[in-house]
């Protein structure tokens, strides 16, 4: 199994984001709010099988919607930012760090 | 060569005689620091000094931060005599008419003093004599503490730029430190190194650092934490593991416009987590890729969090993702961290430099900020509305001579009148004066009200009363008979700029005081909280009562005047419809003497007629209403004043009915009342001695008509 990270970073205010994998919801969480001094709301990691995935990204609470698809080998980190009217997405295999 | 003139210079006003201040220049126009930026620039802070001297005792120094100011474009002469810089300069609060500044630098001797001229229109320019006071523009102390279980060398950051090959090609090789780094932005930053405390975090139970926490820690290990703010003074706690493992560093101490608790004094600490993946390979003496990467984010981390103490946002939060800046993340920079790294120079970006160095006092300084706005941190794009009006920063540190309270009822109902209680109390051993109106009215107080969007704006009366000033005396501190205090009660809702709480959310309200000669002295900052509309009934009524009409029958205490009576209708309505409530209570209190009073217009001859006697009877209907709802609060301490303001206008309009005996009582009853809920002595005293000299009103003899002069025989 490898790790997923996902960490909801910048410009959430008090809104719900959803993440599914595969069409299947694996992360929801509501009233995310992001603590501007350190660029992070909230962040949870997420055992998936390694190889290929569709990944969709919602927050309904702004009507947005990003797809993507990883290739996953041991572990990758999803940074999600709301920049105004879009959804910003940054992939990396080392984990983010906030300070 | 020209010797550089940079650096900070600090000294008094020479003229105009009479005031006493204290002025910080910084002069940034030429280079004195090792890599250091110049950013041509100057800028001051400007200080009041107000002395108290009691006999047989040292003077006690008060020193109050009135403004600061920046110049941007200074223009500099230097020649072999001296260097004069001239400029415009801008103040970054309130409106201020143009000003220029002159500094005259004599070349010698080394310590010649700064001759600084302050021209504004219209006023005598104001001189300063500034001897230099050093290179670096600012300075601070960082005291370091250790949590026990990541107490091993490193505890502080060192790392040789040179170390890693990713680094711009022409990057100075040099060790750097926390305090270098700071050095080389011009902030001289001392670690107290005679203060390390070991916080043993050892329990089983514990295992990782909320921000609750650490706060509660920094108050409990700051040694500078006790005492006035706002300082120069940070703390930094090398501590084990946050909450969220993936945070290699925070300031937990942040505005609310952060997201943070927003309880000032704030900015005053930050942590660094040793147990965070970048300093997995952190040794004292690094020699691989691995150790010497995590020695680079060691000290990456020490300056970015204390960055944030001087109120720097992200870089990304300032509209330059793409920053050099110690306040920058290298995954945010680029795809590839390793981009960052090969064109960081190890400092902070220009903007940010500006604002440690010169920017606005209290939006840098630790805890200066008494608003915990954090709105001005670099004045984000969008934060104009968040500009202060004149002196609503203000700060006193020293023997400040008298405390001054803001304090009201926590809570306020919607279209509930808004009153605070301010007080002045004694601090000293021995007795001082004051001025006993304590209101805008008279100029000797300005209340500034911050607003739930976060503007914050300063309370302008519609009166302006000229009158001498009625000192009061207050006993030396700690009068047994609570005489060391004295207290005014003043009216907000309503002022000339129009209503001032009319929208639901939490406010901030802080006064400061102008006392005889240059006495400044700013109040706590007191939070109070008005309440949405608790019916469809009280909505609707907002839309008559936010109106002038309203607004100014409240603010004269009722007034039967024809130009007003859709405001007197609404008030009688919120009495009536909301009937028990404190809003109607409170505008029942606030207009009962109006509608009691004889009123005077001027006739179609512009000559001042009576227009009606009071409605003696309807006034003390509103008067009984008004005591009734008072007297049964909770929490009765709020009500102290308002209660006594009432039933003294009660006891007026009986008197005037002709019912004296009655008067007498309401008076008697009411010195009970205030002596049962703790009210000190000299108060109910002077309301027993005022029931006791109350007597029956002398009949009027007939006036002559004015209308009428009598004519002189011929």
Redesign the interface.
């Known amino acids: 199994m490898a790790k997923l990270g996902i960490d909801l970073q910048e410009g959430f205010e008090n809104d719900e984001v959803v993440v599914t994998i595969d069409g299947q919801e694996s992360f929801r969480h509501t009233a995310v709010r992001t603590k501007r001094v350190l660029g992070l709301a909230m962040n949870d990691t997420i055992d998936v099988a390694n190889g290929k995935h569709a990944i969709e990204i919602s927050v309904p609470t702004r009507n947005l919607h990003h797809k993507l698809t990883i290739n996953l080998r041991d572990e990758l980190h999803l940074g999600i930012s709301l920049r105004g009217s879009e959804l910003d997405v940054i992939t990396r295999e080392e984990r983010f760090g906030y300070g | 060569m020209a010797v550089p003139v940079s650096g900070s210079y600090r000294g008094f006003l020479t003229a105009p005689a009479g005031a006493s201040q204290r002025l910080d220049l910084r002069i940034d126009v030429d280079k004195r620091i090792d890599e250091g930026s110049v950013l041509q620039r100057v800028s001051g802070d400007v200080f009041s000094i107000d002395k108290v001297v009691a006999p047989g005792q040292p003077p006690k120094e008060t020193e109050v931060y009135l403004e600061s100011w920046i110049m941007e474009h200074p223009k500099v002469v230097a020649n072999g005599n001296a260097t004069t810089i001239t400029g415009e300069i801008r103040f970054w609060n309130a409106v201020h008419p143009k000003t220029t500044a002159t500094i005259r630098i004599p070349s010698t001797p080394a310590d010649a003093p700064a001759a600084v001229t302050i021209e504004k229109q219209s006023s005598p320019p104001a001189t300063y004599s500034c001897p230099p006071a050093g290179k670096f523009f600012r300075a601070l102390h960082l005291e370091v503490d250790v949590c026990k279980s990541v107490n091993k060398e490193p505890i502080l950051p060192t790392y040789g730029t040179h170390s890693l090959k990713e680094r711009p090609p022409d990057l100075t090789n040099r060790t750097l430190t926390i305090e270098r780094a700071y050095g080389e932005a011009g902030i001289e930053m001392v670690i107290r190194g005679d203060k390390r405390d070991i916080i043993d975090d050892s329990a089983a139970s514990f295992s990782s650092w909320s921000d609750a926490e650490l706060h509660n820690a920094m108050e409990a290990h700051f040694s500078q934490y006790q005492g006035a703010w706002p300082k120069w003074e940070i703390w930094g706690l090398l501590a084990g593991e946050y909450d969220?493992s993936?945070?290699?560093?925070?300031?937990f101490d942040?505005a609310a416009s952060?997201?943070?608790p927003g309880k000032a004094p704030e900015r005053q600490g930050f942590a660094v987590f040793r147990k965070?993946?970048?300093f997995d390979s952190l040794v004292p003496n690094p020699k691989t890729d691995a150790e010497l990467t995590a020695a680079r984010k060691f000290l990456?981390?020490y300056t970015?969090?204390s960055g944030?103490a001087f109120n720097l946002?992200?870089s990304?939060?300032k509209n330059r993702p793409k920053s050099l800046s110690w306040m920058n993340?290298d995954?945010?920079y680029a795809?590839k961290p390793e981009e960052y790294w090969k064109a960081f120079r190890f400092r902070f970006d220009d903007e940010e430099l500006t604002h440690i160095r010169h920017g606005n006092r209290p939006s840098v300084i630790m805890g200066g900020d008494p608003w915990s706005s954090g709105g001005h941190a670099e004045a984000p794009p969008g934060s104009e509305h968040l500009r202060m009006p004149p002196g609503a920063m203000t700060s006193a540190t020293g023997d400040v001579p008298i405390d001054i309270e803001v304090s009201s009822q926590p809570y306020f109902e919607f279209l509930e009148p808004v009153s605070i209680e301010l007080r002045a109390r004694n601090l000293l051993s021995i007795p001082i004066n004051v001025s006993g109106t304590l209101h805008p009215e008279f100029g000797n107080v300005t209340v500034y009200v911050r607003r739930p969007d976060g503007r914050i704006v300063e309370y302008m009366p519609i009166s302006c009363k000229l009158a001498e000033d009625n000192i009061v005396e207050l006993s030396p501190a700690g009068a047994k008979d609570s005489s060391d205090r004295h207290s005014r009660s003043i009216f907000l809702s309503y002022g000339r700029y129009g209503f001032y709480f009319d929208e639901p959310g939490q406010y901030f309200v802080r006064a400061v005081y102008h006392g005889p000669g240059d006495t400044l002295i700013p109040s706590n900052v007191h939070r109070l909280r008005v309440g949405h509309p608790k019916s469809v009934e009280a909505d609707r009524l907002a839309q008559d009562y936010f109106s002038y009409e309203t607004g100014a029958a409240l603010y004269l205490g009722g007034s039967p005047s024809q130009y007003l009576e859709d405001g007197m209708n609404t008030l009688l309505e919120v009495v009536d419809r909301l009937k028990g409530s404190l809003a109607a209570a409170k505008c029942a209190a606030r207009i009962a003497y109006g509608v009691g009073r004889t009123f005077h217009e001027l006739d179609e001859k512009n000559i001042v007629r009576r227009k009606r006697g009071g409605d003696t009877k309807e006034a003390l209907q509103l008067a009984e209403l008004a005591l009734k709802v008072f007297q049964a609060q909770k929490k009765p301490r709020h009500f102290n004043i308002p209660v006594e303001r009432i039933a003294r206008a009660k006891a007026e309009l009986l008197l005037r009915s002709g019912n004296v005996t009655q008067a007498r009582s309401e008076m008697t009853k009411l010195a009970g009342y205030l002596h049962k809920h703790g009210v000190k002595p000299s108060v109910t005293k002077k309301i027993e001695a005022d029931a006791a000299k109350i007597k029956a009103p002398k009949a009027k003899t007939a006036r002559r008509s004015r209308s009428a002069p009598s004519r002189k025989k011929r």
């Open positions: 969220n993936n945070v290699g560093g925070v300031m942040y952060l997201g943070g965070h993946f970048w990456w981390c970015h969090e944030h946002l992200h990304w939060d993340y995954w945010k795809s």
